[in-house]
């Protein structure tokens, strides 16, 4: 009987962790160490006071895998709670990004027109450059990108994803 | 209770306040205002080793054998590198232990100081967790949360790594009492629906198999206790890793030996045609394993183990308990008489007709001789002799360490102490010089090779200097036995440098570091030797020339399922064993 191999998946993964020093590197570390991917990698506090940090990771891998990074990220001593928002209901996604194009006369037209029609902001101009702000799902601001690529694309700086579940409930 | 006092003495304090006893340590620059304090009490006795690497491993083999927590003591830098292989193997045995590294003042930190290096960073991966703490009012919190989190949950290593100057600053104390862990809470209930379907499952065996591991012997003794009785119970037999010896005890009828790469023939039969099978505080390891498509493919399987981590990590189950042995066991037994239930007496029958028949094909075989000492009979030896004492076996890591699982039997739990899951060579004797502090009185051997003994010889001076009589036995065939017996299996016997030219002459080496040397060449003469050694009440080592071309049988080739093992009858099956695939594995 040959091994079943299950398709990947990408699934967004959040969780609360204790605010000390190296906790970043020990869920990182827990990835390169056992193979798992990191697409996308957010951290920042949420709460001060309780000294919390929020961490949302976007992996790929087939559901046993899933599985394993969860339960491995679960018994860190630092991790609170871990939720797989792929799984665990609706959720929203939001990345935002900050893109250079550099171009005169018609590219130039272009970019701007690009920009408006994808509600980007432009925070930063010269006359022969704009920096356009972007918020929205990863595959918007991966399109906004590729659109911009022949128009004088310079540099992309980008947060990673952001995710939070629907509804009233809290993770 | 709250008290105003330095670091160093918050240390020795928290040891005191968690119960410890002993430590193994090494002294350094960074650790000197511990090793002062520790001059002022006469609580926490501190055995000097004479490295690192063998202070973790005392740590582990005291750890093991008294199901206390084991404390080691070494300084920043070097100090701390050497205790990672300690710590690695502590963290894949699960074995609790606190290790206090010393560290440059935290001013200095980050600045490539003398003896700095990043412990903290060098050893997240291979503890459970661990800690830099850089300010005083943290200290006895961390302490006491080190022991809290070693101990609870899947045991492990935890570091604590504390920067000269912290040791000599002042703070207040806080004892144990207070410290309660925000989010560290394992649980050790399972699911109730759980056990009832495991229970259900159970009754309708036909051909059930329990499977045991360390997690047995991590639980305590009450969970060997409540495995006897539900196998007395059920009347199912029962296997274990190499990490749950003596769990179950080897005298019992009920009892099929050690599964795996060279586990019995009986016990890796049963386990690849069983219709139900529990695992009880082991992880599907690939020593156990074999050939993972292929492992047991007809049964359902049930899986007890306190680490979620441990669940469909190798091995799909159909029915996980998370909790811990003792009380799923404990909770098992009770719904298993609370419903009345009883096993298929004639399917039960008809199981032990068949397990009867593969425990005919004699697994553990071999030819003794007259002329050369087998290493198996030297085992069997020493085992006739020390049976009925208060023994205690550590292994180091190799052909010898497989020949004590199979011809040593345990008849109770935390008698048997070896390196399982890192195979660490070197582990043998630092282990038995912790199981003697833990255990003066009784008779504790190490099982040796001679390679993997010079790995941590010089501790031999600790045993001395302590006055610890432990036994070194060792088997020795001048090869690194189990690499030869892999360049058999893969390499043609091509015998790549696994040939020790110039051993050392280990009679003059004992009687060098002021123990008893004794040398052994002839059967004829072993039950005198070894009649000699457990006799000495001081450390012996104890060279006992084998068989050099003997192999380790029966064996699960890699790659192969388990019922494809190699059997001592039919050795030559081992030059055609591994196909090209199962070359790649180890």
């Known amino acids: 009987m040959p091994p079943v191999i299950e398709p990947a998946e990408r699934h967004t993964l959040s969780m609360l962790v204790d605010n000390e020093p190296g906790v970043l590197a020990r869920i990182v570390g827990l990835f390169s160490g056992r193979g798992y991917n990191i697409d996308s990698l957010t951290v920042s506090e949420v709460s001060h006071a309780s000294h919390l940090s929020r961490i949302t990771v976007v992996t790929t891998g087939a559901p046993p895998i899933i599985e394993q990074i969860k339960s491995q990220l679960d018994r860190l001593v630092p991790v609170h709670r871990v939720v797989d928002l792929t799984v665990a209901g609706k959720s929203v996604e939001r990345e935002l990004a900050l893109i250079k194009v550099r171009g005169k006369g018609e590219l130039r037209q272009e970019a701007l027109l690009i920009a408006d029609s994808f509600r980007a902001r432009t925070v930063d101009t010269t006359l022969e450059s704009f920096v356009f702000e972007i918020t929205g799902k990863p595959e918007k601001i991966d399109q906004f990108v590729s659109l911009l690529e022949p128009l004088g694309l310079v540099e992309v700086s980008r947060t990673g994803v952001a995710a939070i579940g629907r509804g009233a409930e809290g993770m | ?586």
């Not at chain 2, 700095?116 to 291979?126: K, L, M, N, Q, Y």
């Not at chain 2, 309660?180 to 009832?196: A, N, S």
């Not at chain 2, 280990?506 to 039950?527: H, Q, S, T, W």
């Open chain 2, 1 to 586: 209770m709250m008290r105003e006092m330095t670091g160093a003495e918050m240390v020795m304090q928290a040891l005191i306040d968690q119960g410890v006893e002993h430590m193994f340590g090494y002294p350094g620059g960074a650790v000197l205002p511990i090793y002062d304090a520790m001059f002022h009490q006469n609580q926490v006795k501190h055995i000097l080793v004479r490295h690192e690497q063998g202070a973790v491993h005392m740590a582990e083999g005291y750890a093991r054998s008294s199901g206390k927590v084991g404390v080691v003591l070494v300084t920043s830098g070097p100090g701390a590198t050497n205790a990672v292989t300690g710590l690695t193997d502590a963290l894949l045995d699960s074995i609790p232990l606190v290790c206090i590294t010393g560290q440059v003042p935290t001013h200095l930190i980050g600045s490539d100081a003398f003896q700095e290096c990043d412990t903290v960073g060098i050893t997240r991966p291979c503890t459970k967790h661990n800690y830099l703490v850089r300010d005083i009012n943290d200290l006895a919190r961390v302490m006491h949360e080190a022991f809290y989190v070693a101990q609870n949950g899947r045991p492990g290593p935890v570091v604590v790594d504390i920067p000269k100057d912290v040791q000599f600053a002042k703070g207040m104390y806080v004892g144990p009492e207070n410290i309660q862990h925000r989010t560290y809470q394992p649980r050790l209930k399972g699911d109730p629906e759980k056990i009832k379907a495991a229970v259900e499952m159970l009754a309708k065996a036909k051909r059930p198999i329990l499977y045991t591991g360390g997690g047995v012997i991590n639980s305590g003794p009450e969970a060997s206790r409540v495995l006897r009785e539900f196998a007395r119970l059920s009347g199912y037999p029962v296997t274990s890793t190499l990490m749950g010896l003596g769990a179950f005890p080897a005298s019992d009828k009920q009892w099929l030996g050690m599964l795996g790469m060279h586990g019995t023939y009986e016990a890796n039969m049963a386990m690849h045609d069983c219709d139900v099978m529990v695992c009880i505080g082991a992880r599907f390891d690939d020593r156990i394993t074999g050939r993972l498509d292929a492992f047991s493919p007809d049964s359902k399987k049930i899986h007890i183990d306190i680490d979620p981590s441990s669940i469909n990590k190798n091995v799909k189950v159909d029915l996980p308990i998370i909790g811990d042995v003792k009380h799923v066991l404990e909770d098992i037994l009770t719904v298993w008489r609370g419903m009345k239930a009883e096993p298929d007496r004639r399917a039960l029958a008809g199981w032990w007709g068949q397990i009867d028949k593969w425990r005919a094909r004699k697994s553990l075989a071999f030819q003794p001789s007259s002329s050369i000492i087998k290493p198996q009979q030297a085992i069997k030896a020493l085992y006739d002799q020390v049976k009925d004492k208060d023994v205690y076996i550590t292994t180091e890591v190799g052909q010898h360490q497989m020949w004590a699982a199979q011809h040593f039997h345990f008849e109770e739990p935390n008698r048997w102490m070896t390196s399982g899951g890192l195979g660490t060579m070197g582990y043998g004797l630092p282990a038995a010089i912790g199981v003697q502090v833990a255990h003066p009185g009784s008779l504790v051997i190490d099982i040796a090779g001679e390679a993997s003994i010079q790995m941590c010889l010089q501790e031999m001076s600790t045993a001395l200097q302590f006055d610890l009589p432990v036994k070194i036995f060792v088997l020795n065939n001048e090869y690194m036995g189990m690499v030869r017996q892999w360049q058999d299996l893969l390499h043609g016997g091509r015998y790549s440098h696994s040939y020790s030219e110039s051993l050392p002459d280990f009679v003059k080496l004992a009687e060098a570091y002021g123990g008893v040397g004794i040398r052994c060449a002839n059967p004829a003469d072993l039950d005198g030797a070894i009649h000699e050694m457990i006799n000495v009440n001081r450390p012996v080592l104890f060279d006992c020339l084998v068989d050099k071309t003997e192999n380790v049988l029966p064996m699960i080739p890699s790659g192969k399922p388990h019922n494809e093992m190699i059997m001592p009858d039919h050795p030559e099956a081992l030059d055609e064993a591994i196909d090209e695939e199962g070359k790649m594995l180890v």
